[in-house]
């Protein structure tokens, strides 16, 4: 096996007497995409800041890019690339000047610190904006212009706490374009979101940090399956109808309001095909039939609550008939 790029175990972190990380364990091999997800207040942050050597952990054996962060943080520094949760931009000067400052930092010559910030603001899609002072930017340009100043270094490892916070659609969808880009490339990303869409997207390997500690870990399939929840919701519109489809489907769940029952189900060709075969046999005919699966959402309420899934909170995955 291959030195991970970021690793953590037993990382602690406390405010006072405020536990917030409380034994983290995680690895995340090279070149790949790791998200954290967890409600607000559960840490991501803070991990993130702990990682990419702002803040320092209490406790915890903590290696990124090969190098311990008590003993060599310099060393991870110039591995990595971060974005925080809140802009970095410079408002009182242009974008093009907070990317020039950035290559500077990074003692890039004058001429590569050029070269590099035309082609980033170029894939950022800010050359018409660059000679503007940040201030003036949108909140989805601010965030743009953050992420491109990270990426002056190439660094080989990326921290990105809530990289699409605020951004629309089709920037969320350039967004993840670049940072599938990146690891193309065999760069490490290190990702918080509120997005579960995002992390299901882009993650390899998702960890659910709720109370302090990793809840569940895994890739999204994984964690998908840890919940159950898959099910055919048949709907009728005739209280008639219903009724008799109650009484021979007893094993399905009733939502007598809404006239709807749920089968259980993984939602596979072929149970779906059995279900369709049994109610034509039993001569049931539903007004509308819907497939539902766990998406990470149901994982997310299942794990980080008091431990109850919201019903209904799937939206429809796939309309049969
Ligand atoms: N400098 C600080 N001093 C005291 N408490 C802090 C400090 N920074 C963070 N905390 C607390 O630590 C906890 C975790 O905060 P953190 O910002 O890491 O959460 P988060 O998971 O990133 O949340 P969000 O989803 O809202 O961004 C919170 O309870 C927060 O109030
Ligand atoms: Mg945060």
Redesign the pocket.
């Known amino acids: 096996m291959t030195t991970p790029a970021i690793a953590a175990n037993g990382l602690r972190k406390s405010?006072g007497d405020?536990v917030?990380l409380d034994g983290v364990d995680l690895a995340v091999p090279e070149g790949t995409v790791f998200s954290l997800l967890?409600?607000?207040?559960?840490?991501?942050?803070?991990a993130v800041k702990i990682l990419s050597t702002l803040i320092t952990a209490d406790a915890g054996d903590l290696h990124v890019g090969g190098h311990d962060l008590a003993a060599d943080p310099q060393a991870v520094r110039a591995a990595i690339g971060v974005t925080g949760?809140f802009s970095a931009v410079d408002g009182l000067i242009t974008g093009e000047e907070n990317m020039l400052l950035m290559a500077d930092l990074h003692h890039l010559s004058r001429g590569e610190g050029r070269r590099t910030t035309a082609e980033l603001l170029e894939r950022f899609d800010l050359v018409e904006a660059a000679k503007r002072p940040a201030s003036t930017y949108s909140g989805g340009m601010k965030r743009r212009l953050d992420i491109a100043m990270t990426l002056v270094g190439n660094p080989r490892i990326i921290f990105l706490d809530?990289p699409t916070t605020g951004l629309d659609p089709r920037s969320r969808h350039n967004m993840w374009g670049i940072i599938r880009e990146l690891v193309t490339g065999g760069v490490t990303v290190f990702l918080?979101t509120?997005y579960l869409e995002e992390a299901d997207e882009l993650a390899d390997r998702i960890a659910v940090l709720n109370d302090g500690k990793i809840a569940a870990e895994g890739t999204a399939e994984e964690l998908k399956r840890l919940i159950p929840g898959g099910h055919v919701r048949l709907r009728f519109t005739d209280p008639s109808a219903y009724q008799s489809a109650a009484v021979a489907l007893r094993e399905a769940g009733r939502d007598d309001e809404a006239l709807a029952l749920q089968i259980p189900s993984g939602g596979s060709q072929r149970e779906l095909r059995a279900i369709l075969d049994w109610l034509d046999s039993a001569g049931i005919e539903a007004d509308e039939l819907t497939v539902h699966t766990p998406d990470l959402d149901d994982v997310f309420f299942a794990l980080t609550g008091t431990g109850t899934v919201p019903n209904q909170t799937t939206q429809p995955k796939e309309t049969v008939r």
């Open positions: 405010y405020k917030v967890g409600p607000n207040g559960a840490g991501k942050t803070t949760q809530e918080t509120q």
